[in-house]
C-alpha cells in the first residue's frame, strides 16, 4: 500500500525557519518524482515545488523561491521542504504527493501556521 | 503562469442528477488537464487525468472531455458520496497550477 506521511508542521514565529519531512513506503520511491502542494485554510490548493526521482530538476513557485528548498534523501525515502523566512501567508497545510507522470497519490499533510 | 478558471464556485444539485465543471486555462494547456475530488477533511483524491482518462478505481460515472483551453467534468448519477469540492490541476507546463475549486452539495 502506498503511503506519504508529512511531518515536522508546527506553530513557528514569522521569520523563522522550519523543515517539513515525507516519509515514503509501499512504492519504489527513487523511481518517483516529488511535490510539496499547499492548502491554506478554507482555500483552494496551491503546487509550491518538486524534485525529479534523483534530483536533477527541480522546479518552485514564484511565492516561495529563494526561501523553500525542496531535496530527497532516496536511501531513506525521505522528501524534504526547508522552509525559510517564513510569512503569515505560508500559514497551510502542506501535502507532499509522488509523481511519476500523474500526482496519483497525497499523504495527509502537515500543518504549519506562521504567527507571532 | 498558466491560470485556470473553474466555474461555478458553488453547486446544489440532487441525487441522480446529471452535473457539470467547468475549467478554463488562460492559454492552451494540451489536454494535460487532471480532476482531483476533495472531501472534507481529506487529501485530494485523483480522479480523471490527460483531460479523459478515469483513474484506477473511480466509477464510471465521472467522466472528462475538452481540449485547448476549455476542460469539463462530468457526473452522469450524482451520488451522495460525491459531496466534496474539486479542483483541476494543469501539468502542461511549470509552475503547475490549480483552479480555485468548485464545491458540490447536495440539494
Known amino acids: 500500500e502506498v503511503q506519504l506521511v508529512e511531518s515536522g508542521g508546527g506553530l513557528v514565529q514569522p521569520g523563522r525557519s522550519l523543515k517539513l519531512s515525507c516519509v515514503a513506503s509501499g512504492f519504489t520511491f527513487s523511481n518517483y518524482g516529488m511535490n510539496w502542494i499547499r492548502q491554506a485554510p478554507g482555500k483552494g490548493l496551491e503546487w509550491v515545488a518538486y524534485i525529479s526521482s534523483g534530483s536533477s530538476y527541480i522546479y518552485y513557485a514564484e511565492t516561495v523561491k529563494g526561501r523553500f528548498t525542496i531535496s530527497r534523501d532516496n536511501a531513506k525515502n525521505t522528501l524534504y521542504l526547508q522552509m525559510t523566512s517564513l510569512r503569515s501567508e505560508d500559514t497551510a497545510l502542506y501535502y507532499c504527493?509522488?509523481?511519476?507522470?500523474?500526482?496519483?497519490?497525497w499523504g495527509q499533510g502537515v500543518m504549519v501556521t506562521v504567527s507571532s | 503562469d498558466i491560470q485556470m478558471t473553474q466555474s461555478p464556485s458553488f453547486l446544489s444539485a440532487s441525487v441522480g442528477e446529471r452535473v457539470t465543471l467547468s475549467c478554463k486555462a488562460s492559454?492552451?494547456?494540451?489536454?494535460?488537464l487532471d480532476w482531483y475530488q476533495q472531501k472534507l477533511g481529506e487529501a485530494p483524491k485523483l480522479l480523471i487525468y490527460n483531460t479523459n482518462n478515469l483513474h484506477t478505481g473511480i466509477p464510471s460515472r465521472f467522466s472528462g472531455s475538452g481540449s485547448g483551453t476549455d476542460y469539463t467534468l462530468t457526473i452522469s448519477s450524482l451520488q451522495p458520496e460525491d459531496v466534496a469540492t474539486y479542483f483541476c490541476?494543469?501539468?502542461?507546463?511549470?509552475?503547475?497550477?490549480f483552479g480555485a475549486g468548485t464545491k458540490l452539495e447536495l440539494k
Open positions: 492559454q492552451n494547456i494540451n489536454k494535460y
Open positions: 504527493a509522488r509523481q511519476q507522470v500523474l500526482l496519483d497519490y
Open positions: 490541476l494543469q501539468r502542461n507546463s511549470w509552475p503547475y497550477t
